[in-house]
């Protein structure tokens, strides 16, 4: 078992965290969110959490995510901040929205590194990025030479993973506003086959039409599926979760179970450190590759 962490990040910081939050700079602004694991006492006194925090997230009632964000006078709606690494260069679009979300997981520049890497050699690539959001590792496998099919349910979401690939000055990435699983029952019908997966499934989800996604109940019959698209030579495979309570062996066992040539396979958890050496966990993950 692996703790992972992007170890490339200068426009990202997690400042401290405790007391159920987080203090972070994204780019030149510095928000205080909800974080439920960060059970621990504050590192930095709450008068400096009020002098640094430029946009605080107040849950609503009874509620775990929704909320409001409360401004200071200088902070925008929406700012760019970039991620580069190797040859990754990437402009990400920030934005403060009504679920303490602000359109990048830090984080997970630890899988871009992955991707980037592990994609580059390969000639002409494919790339299917499920669940992809506001598409950072979409960009990332395009950077890296692949032909990338982008699916996510929310047609919002879709649009800006658009603007962060036309701003990281690529283009001809493949926009699904899809059902992820509908999708690739699909693509399993039609004999597709791609070099590299990433998943990053949330624990419920909807679909276009409203189909269901309750990951403990589907991920299996998921993965199951998927490893009818994966390339049988040339593979990368990257799955990261974010519902509390999985354990990382769990995601070790459905990904053996599901992908035979998974011999390469590493798993474990991602974190973030702050100033005071605590590790944020974040995640687990499980990837493998043909190049190990
Ligand atoms: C946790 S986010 C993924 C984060 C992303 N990988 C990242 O690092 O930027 C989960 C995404 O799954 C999408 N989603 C939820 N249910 C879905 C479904 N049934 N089919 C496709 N996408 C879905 C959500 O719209 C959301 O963008």
């Given amino acids: ?49 009020k002098r640094l925090a430029q946009a605080v997230f107040v849950k609503e009632k009874n509620s775990t995510e929704k909320g409001q964000w409360q401004l200071t006078k200088d902070m925008p709606e929406k700012w760019w901040m970039s991620y580069q690494h190797d040859g990754l260069r990437l402009q990400l679009k920030c934005s403060l929205t009504s679920f303490k979300h602000v359109g990048v997981f830090p984080e997970q520049a630890a899988n871009w590194d992955f991707i980037y890497e592990k994609l580059k050699p390969l000639p002409q690539p494919t790339a299917l990025n499920l669940f992809a959001y506001t598409g950072a590792a979409s960009v990332a496998a395009r950077q890296a030479g692949a032909d990338v099919t982008h699916v996510d349910s929310i047609k919002p979401v879709v649009t800006w993973a658009r603007e962060n690939m036309e701003a990281s000055g690529n283009d001809n990435i493949r926009w699904m506003v899809e059902d992820a699983f509908k999708y690739v029952q699909r693509e399993v019908r039609r004999g597709k086959k791609y070099n590299c997966l990433i998943l990053d499934p949330p624990a419920y989800g ?45 995601a070790e066992n459905i990904v053996k179970s599901c992908f035979p040539q998974s011999t390469s396979l590493t798993c474990g958890e991602l974190y973030l450190p702050d100033r005071s050496g605590r590790r944020l966990p974040l995640g687990i993950f499980a990837r493998f590759s043909s190049s190990g």
Avoid at 1 to 17: C, F, G, K, N, V
Avoid at 206 to 221: C, F, M, S, V, Y
């Fill in 1 to 49: 078992m692996q703790l992972l962490t992007p170890a490339h990040w200068r426009e990202y910081e997690l400042i401290d965290s405790g007391n159920f939050e987080k203090l972070e700079r994204f780019g030149a602004y510095i928000t205080a969110r909800p974080e439920p694991q960060a059970i621990w006492d504050k590192g930095l006194p709450d008068t400096e959490w």
């Fill in 206 to 250: 909807r679909g276009p039409a409203g189909e269901k996604w309750i990951l403990e109940e589907q991920l299996n019959d998921l993965l199951k599926s998927c490893a009818q698209l994966l390339d049988e030579q040339h593979f990368v495979f990257v799955l990261n979760l974010y519902s509390l309570g999985f354990s990382a062996l769990m």
